[in-house]
């Protein structure tokens, strides 16, 4: 067991190592031993959790998606919200994060699969808003697809001009400015009414799942 968490403890570090340089350099400047001496592995450890320098981007890149899930919403488009709002409030706090988009959007990393993410997320909000309209949460006008794509696309630029204009410090209010203008296109009257848009939310809900965490391993550790 001991082994196997240093195992994870490594290839944690790497990541986050490389998550580093990316984001300060970019994929295509990005060397391994860039990322070795950020690390401080040798290069046998890194190459056996990562064989080369586009795994370690995939590897990256899947940490948009990573982390607990989110508690579930009595009203669907809810999750749709929160999904984003968790999301925002990690580019400002986790360097992980910040790496990932910031990879997905670089158009100089040629060879490198950046579709990933975008494929993830619209693919996350179908599921949503296909529970939402079973439910009658949707406006009969709603295309699925075409809504959960628009999402993606939305957040992607306005993280941009977030980063570009305050490091991302107002991302959570741009973030709450889309949800209201699109749920008010998309949500039936009575359901728009419940949801909650607070900026902070995203700050909360990270709160509640990190403090349901440390119960669990408490719990565990009894």
Request: hydrophobic share 45%.
């Amino acid at each position: 067991m001991a082994k196997q968490d240093r195992a994870i403890r490594t290839r944690r570090a790497i990541l986050e190592a490389a998550a580093i340089v990316f984001e300060k350099q970019g994929f295509q400047a990005a060397t391994i031993t860039d990322i070795l001496k950020v690390a401080g592995v040798t290069k046998g450890a890194l190459y056996f959790h990562f064989q080369s320098k586009e795994a370690l981007a995939h590897g990256v890149l899947n940490e948009q998606g990573s982390g607990p899930a989110l508690p579930p919403q009595p009203v669907k488009l809810q999750e749709l919200i929160d999904s984003g709002s968790v999301l925002a409030h990690r580019l400002r706090t986790d360097h992980l994060v910040r790496a990932s988009i910031r990879l997905t959007l670089d158009q100089q990393a040629t060879g490198l699969d950046r579709s990933g993410p975008f494929r993830h997320w619209s693919e996350v909000n179908v599921e949503v808003l296909t529970l939402a309209q079973q439910r009658g949460e949707l406006m009969p006008n709603v295309v699925i697809s075409d809504t959960a794509e628009l999402y993606v696309g939305a957040f992607a630029g306005l993280q941009m001009m977030s980063q570009t204009l305050s490091d991302y410090q107002d991302l959570s209010h741009r973030h709450s400015v889309l949800q209201r203008h699109v749920m008010s296109s998309i949500a039936v009257p009575s359901v728009l009414a419940a949801l909650d848009f607070s900026e902070d939310r995203g700050a909360r809900l990270t709160a509640e799942l990190e403090d349901a965490a440390v119960a669990e391993c408490e719990a565990a550790a009894v």
